[in-house]
């Protein structure tokens, strides 16, 4: 499947990461997809499950190290506990919902978007899943980014919101 009309060059997180001052680095035991911890000089380090280095994984590696370096832009001094950082905590933790919607604006942009929708004309599954080919990331993350913008009236003109 080619996405039809739209061109992209998706952000890329692990030049982000260096910009950002952020090591990563994969660690075989970890048992969250990714942790953030900020060192004593505040250098920022991201812990990346190990198999999320493999090619297979690559669109989940994008989003798990964009949510990280969420926390990292966002959230200096702000204590996360490491199990609260799971998708079905973005609803009960305002730093998670943060950091995910950080990763989100920069990974699938809502310009990217509103731009779909007018040259598509809707979105749908096909749709959801050309935005995930075209921004190399996750159908599941693409739906749940079009939810909560749907949801936040994000994708209303700006007359409407």
């Known amino acids: 499947m080619k996405p039809r009309g739209l061109r992209l060059s998706p952000w890329d997180p692990d030049q982000a990461a260096l910009d950002l001052g952020a090591d990563v680095s994969y660690w075989a035991r970890l048992p969250w997809l990714g942790v953030y911890g900020r060192a004593d000089d505040g250098r920022g380090e991201i812990g990346l499950r190990a198999d999320l280095a493999s090619p297979a994984m690559e669109p989940l590696r994008r989003v798990v ?16 506990r490491p199990f609260e950082c799971r998708r079905v905590d973005l ?11 950080w990763a989100a604006a920069r ?7 509103r731009e779909a929708l007018v040259a598509w004309g809707a979105l749908g599954q096909e749709e959801m899943s050309e935005l995930a080919e075209l921004t190399h990331t996750p159908e599941a993350f693409v739906g749940w980014w079009l939810g909560d913008l749907m949801q936040r009236g994000a994708l209303l003109p700006p007359h409407l919101r």
Do not use: D, N
Not at 65 to 80: M, P, Q, S
Not at 91 to 101: F, G, I, K, N
Not at 107 to 113: A, F, G, H, I, W
């Open 65 to 80: 190290l964009a949510h990280e370096l969420g926390h990292h832009a966002l959230h200096i001094g702000v204590y996360v």
């Open 91 to 101: 609803v009960a933790s305002h730093a998670e919902a943060q950091a995910e919607r």
């Open 107 to 113: 990974l699938v942009p809502v310009s990217l978007v």
